[in-house]
């Protein structure tokens, strides 16, 4: 299986063409977007140097089962999936910051509780608390979408103060974080998973709030197993999880965190193969599916996604 690193299409009403760090984003008709999530995989905010053969399709149909799952709780942008690399949506007016949802001290809560913060995003955290403990309710630490570099934290008072986010507007939006959350947490359970953190991506289309983007994947959410998750948190030891920082700790171990002067280690067949199968494994555990493996063809690709467009 060949990874899908790189698309150029032309569609019937295409406009801008945008390539992100894992997806190409082809705008038509001002009206509607096609969303190719390729193979393409980046950590440290670096894109890596080799693509991992069915990612793409991972994130996407993970993405989409979760969109229908939560459809009741307000509408989202996803129209159609005419290939398993493509979801084709409706163009929403975005709002200018992702909501994080925590409901347990980890990654960056827990490095800046360690640092001796006792607030984030102007949410306070108790004394006494220790790395991937379950907080007392989940609380919701907002970043701003950096056009480039990272995104930065922020609290509720800020966004709304800046005018960032009306306060209607943005009362709704944790509404439905924590709702998302909630219907997130009950899934994972069932699959004897913890949903640790994720974040939401929402917009504005007709005066009407949406959400947006991939929901509940590995690539922006964190899973812990449930299954010992007691006994490791009591005697300290590191919780299993389902993400992908399994990525990023084969770069540390291997010299790199996105640094100036510091090179990707070889991403060898061997390296890419094991990328792709840890991927597969996330995907069977969180949806309790087999993965269906597709192979990837640009001319079936252009075709279905042309046959869909015309459609809407």
Known sequence: MKAVVKTDFRFEGQGKKYVGKVRDTYFIRNDFLVMVVTDRISAFDVVLPEGIPYKGQILNRIASKFLDATADILPNWKLAVPDP?????????????????????AGHAWREYKAGKRSLCGVPLPEGMVENQKLPHPIITPTTKAEEGHDEDISREDIIASG?????????????????FERGTQIA?????????????????????????EIHTPDSSRYFYADGYEARLAEGSHQKQLSKEF????????????????KVPEMTPEVV??????????YEKITGEA???EDYSAERMEENVANCLKTL
């Open 189 to 213: 359970a069932k699959q004897g998973l913890i949903l640790v953190d994720t974040k939401y991506e929402f917009g504005k289309r007709d005066g009407k709030i949406y959400l947006m983007d």
């Open 85 to 105: 690399n493509v979801t084709v949506g409706l163009l929403c007016e975005p709002f200018k910051v992702e909501m994080v949802v925590r409901g347990y001290l």
């Open 291 to 293: 993965f269906v493996r």
């Open 247 to 262: 990525v990023r700790e084969w770069l540390m171990a291997n010299g790199f965190q996105g640094k100036e002067g510091q």
């Open 273 to 282: 193969e094991g990328i792709s199968d840890r991927y597969i494994e996330l």
């Open 164 to 180: 960032l986010v009306s306060r209607e507007d943005y009362e709704k939006l944790e509404e439905y974080t924590l709702r998302l």
